[in-house]
């Protein structure tokens, strides 16, 4: 939660994003009216609205701040200076955010299959991968000079891997799943 923000304002911002949360378990997006998390999450209406423009802006919000965090997360579990660490623990914890919420994935899996939200997940996190690689590339990485392309090509892989995990993981532990990334990962940094 953004520590500038007033403490009223870091509680209504919880209870909306958790009550967001619960009531993505039960049904779709579409299904979501504003009306519907104000009262899980104890809010008024008027407080949403001068929050939030619509029930997507909110949502986007949620995507951005579980993103923030996530990264923070990574921030303080890795070694940032190490390419293949901190991409390898980029994706594990992508894979524990699917497992957190994967109820709530569940009902967002048109959404997600019709590429809902990449965009805006991509917009949040190319810019902290995308450092990253430029300054992973001064370690004799096997990169392209294209940090974009490169970005591109780490966030399809985490993006269809995480994907592929999801959809089989009765089948593939997430155990298996990081092992096979790591295999890749070591294809693109073999000094690590």
């Not at 209870?15 to 997006?29: D, G, K, P």
């Not at 104890?42 to 951005?64: E, G, M, N, Q, S």
Request: include cysteine; proline fraction near 2%.
């Amino acid at each position: 939660m953004d520590q500038n923000l007033d403490l009223r304002v870091q509680k209504t911002y919880s209870a909306l994003t958790t009550a967001f949360f619960e009531l993505l378990e039960e049904e779709s997006l579409e299904k979501i009216t504003v009306n519907a998390l104000c009262h899980r999450a104890l809010v008024r209406r008027p407080t949403f609205y001068k929050h939030f423009a619509d029930k997507y802006a909110f949502v986007k919000y949620v995507i951005y701040k579980t993103q923030q965090d996530l990264l923070q997360e990574i921030d303080t579990s890795t070694d940032i200076e190490n390419p293949f660490d901190f991409l390898l623990t980029c994706f594990e914890k992508i894979l524990d955010t699917m497992e957190r919420y994967q109820k709530a994935l569940v009902h967002l899996q048109l959404d997600i299959e019709n590429n809902f939200s990449f965009e805006m997940i991509d917009a949040h996190v190319q810019p902290e991968i995308e450092k990253r690689i430029m300054a992973f590339g001064e370690q004799d990485a096997v990169l392209s000079h294209d940090i974009d392309f490169t970005c591109q090509v780490i966030l399809g892989m985490f993006r269809q891997i995480g994907l592929w995990w999801f959809k089989q993981k009765d089948e593939i532990t997430k155990k298996e799943a990081r092992n096979k990334m790591a295999q890749v990962l070591h294809l693109l940094f073999p000094t690590t």
